[in-house]
């Protein structure tokens, strides 16, 4: 088995007079997942399209081995790719995308289902793209990125067009992966796609990578639980962890939590808090400056 | 390169331009007109003696055919790109060559299915009212073919070289409007004020692949082509009407090689990252 599905040495990438990548070294292990964060214009798309083998790069990038520009074709075979703005063609169905990717794919139409069904877009088979909102041509495109079950996916920004429940199922769907020793790379912009366990995250900014493992010091979560929730939970808290709100959110039968601790014990505050007989009926993360 | 992908690719565009309507509206228009041209001759006199009627209708498919294959082939690259659709297409286990010539093959087949079927009934229409020479039809219907494939090789040139859809068809706007309408008045101010020789006339005239093909298109209706003037006339008499068939059928044949390899130089360019010479609107 090789030591790194994904290798790359980015010395620089240039798109027309701006260098938009630059001394960037990546080593990712087969089953690893990957965040890459980063502001807008930090570069994260061009590192993925570079990664891909779709930018005039310096330097070399291999994906499960292949050169992804010399063995184009062999290097693709391994990944599943998302793009940021559902990119699927305006004149073919839904269906049609999907007997076009299997056939480039060398699958037969049988497989075809468990991708279809992971997204719940059987229904659109016959739609055009046209007619779908943002958030279902999305779903179509992550349904796409998992035809022949490809040992890397690479997100680009996979939640942009995502409501909440969408965004869960796609969670629910990349620990499955995970689970599976997929190996996924993806960016992101969002405080709460950082909710993968086990995940390494990256941070871009003008180009470079600035920090290989960058780790914020504070995390802020608003959970909201069924009821009133039993208040064993919060003599167990980790340390550090303070309860910003505590109170009926005023809609339903149900209760908002906000609280805030150090990032290193994210996982054990949400774990103490389910732990107290409580039903949790949603977690959102929020960037630490956020609004609670 | 691997025949099924091919075809898939190929699949994939022929649906996209036959969707897209235009195509076989415009091939309804064409053809309908040419019918009409054609039950015309039924009169034998005047205006619509059988050779007016079949200049006419050669014509109007050199008028024709030239904006159907440069569209479509404006059509086939620049707008995928723009949209991020070529990237796409470009992540999944494919050549570059496949894709250019699956798209090369999906939008030709098409554009010279529905060519052939009007030329059909064209036929059928041409044998009702006891015409011509199916032999001679043939190898205009094969000219025909020819200006389809040079249009589109030049159409996606045009659109390869173009970083957006608003540039690829403008560009073949522009390409289409040097061929078909500007070349003429300039080449007969040349004459007139440049005062040049039948030969030299004859070779300008040969440098457009579109008059190449008119002349060679007249040529299977008459062999007295020397009604079309003296540059053609000298040209006639230089080389003999098999002569000529074969210089025009040969300016058909570079304009449209050097057409498909410029194409296929800026789409591969033995390296798929130029294909993205510039950011597209996804994002950095």
């Known amino acids: 088995m090789m030591e790194f599905i994904v290798e790359a040495e980015i010395r620089g990438v240039v798109l027309g007079s701006r260098v938009v990548l630059r001394d960037i070294g990546l080593r990712v292990r087969p089953g690893e997942t990957v965040v890459i964060g980063g502001p807008n214009g930090a570069g994260k798309t061009s590192l993925l399209r570079a990664l891909l083998g779709l930018l005039p790069i310096e330097g070399t990038v291999r994906i499960g081995g292949h050169d992804v520009r010399r063995a184009h074709q062999a290097a693709m075979t391994q990944v599943g790719y998302v793009p940021q703005a559902p990119a699927l063609f305006p004149e073919m169905t839904v269906g049609e995308h999907f007997r076009l990717f299997a056939a480039l794919r060398g699958l037969r139409p049988s497989t075809l289902s468990e991708a279809v069904q992971a997204f719940g877009v059987s229904a659109y088979l016959n739609a055009y793209p046209g007619t779908l909102s943002g958030g279902w041509l999305q779903r179509v495109s992550l349904a796409l990125a998992l035809l022949g079950d490809p040992p890397v996916l690479v997100l680009d920004e996979p939640t942009a067009h995502l409501d909440r429940p969408t965004r869960a199922l796609l969670w629910e769907v990349l620990r499955r992966k995970q689970a599976q020793g997929v190996t996924v790379l993806m960016t992101t912009h969002r405080w709460e796609d950082r909710v993968l366990e086990a995940a390494r995250y990256l941070w871009l900014e003008d180009g470079r990578l600035v920090s290989e493992a960058f780790e914020p010091q504070w995390a802020r979560l608003k959970a909201w639980v069924l009821r009133q929730p039993n208040e064993d939970w919060i003599r167990r808290l980790p340390p550090d962890w303070q309860i910003l709100r505590f109170a009926p ?41 956020g609004e609670a | 390169m691997r025949w099924t992908v091919l075809r898939w690719i190929a699949w994939k565009e022929a649906r996209q331009l036959l969707r897209q309507r235009w195509v076989p509206v415009g091939y309804a228009v064409l053809f309908g007109l040419g019918l009409l041209l054609w039950n015309a001759r039924l009169f034998p006199v005047g205006w619509f003696g059988p050779h007016r009627v079949a200049i006419a209708y050669f014509q109007l498919l050199a008028f024709g055919l030239p904006w159907l294959g440069l569209l479509a082939g404006a059509q086939a690259i620049a707008p995928e790109r723009e949209t991020g659709r070529l990237t796409y297409l470009l992540t999944q286990p494919v050549e570059p060559s496949e894709v250019f010539w699956g798209k090369a093959l999906g939008r030709f087949s098409p554009l010279a299915g529905l060519f052939l079927i009007g030329q059909g009934v064209t036929a059928l229409a041409l044998l009702r009212h006891g015409g011509g020479s199916l032999g001679m039809y043939g190898l205009f219907t094969a000219a025909g073919l020819g200006l389809i494939l040079l249009a589109l090789g030049l159409g996606m040139a045009v659109s390869a070289w173009s970083p957006t859809q608003a540039r690829a068809t403008g560009g073949v706007l522009g390409l289409g409007l040097l061929f078909l309408l500007v070349s003429d008045p300039v080449l007969l101010t040349a004459a007139l004020f440049l005062r040049l020789s039948a030969p030299n006339l004859f070779f300008l005239t040969a440098l457009n692949p579109v008059q190449s093909f008119r002349v060679l298109a007249l040529s299977t209706l008459t062999d007295r082509l020397d009604i079309l003037g003296p540059a053609v006339g000298w040209a006639l008499a230089r080389m003999g009407i098999s002569g000529l068939r074969l210089l025009l059928a040969g300016s058909l044949l570079v304009w449209t090689g050097m057409a498909w390899v410029l194409a296929r130089i800026r789409f591969g360019f033995g390296d798929q990252a130029v294909w993205h010479g510039r950011p597209s609107a996804e994002g950095t």
């Open chain 1, 249 to 289: 959110d005023g809609l339903g039968d149900s209760t908002c939590v906000v609280l805030r601790g150090p990032w290193a014990s994210r996982w054990q505050a949400v774990q103490t808090l389910q732990a107290g007989g409580n039903a949790v009926i949603r977690i959102d993360w929020l960037s630490d400056e």
